[in-house]
């Protein structure tokens, strides 16, 4: 195997790593996203609660 072969093959595990990386973090940021807008549901829900 040449050097362009041995690149090219490091390139590659490179670029497949790089995208398994961005959808792990998509996802998790999406779900963080999700579970914050939840959260700041129930808190507006519950200023009914209060009395002032």
Known sequence: ???KERVYRKMSLA???SI???VVML???LVCGVVTIIN???VL???KDILM
């Open 1 to 3: 195997m040449d050097e």
């Open 15 to 17: 670029g497949g790593g």
């Open 20 to 22: 398994a990386v961005g």
């Open 27 to 29: 996802v998790i940021g």
């Open 40 to 42: 700041g549901a129930i």
């Open 45 to 47: 829900g519950g200023r």
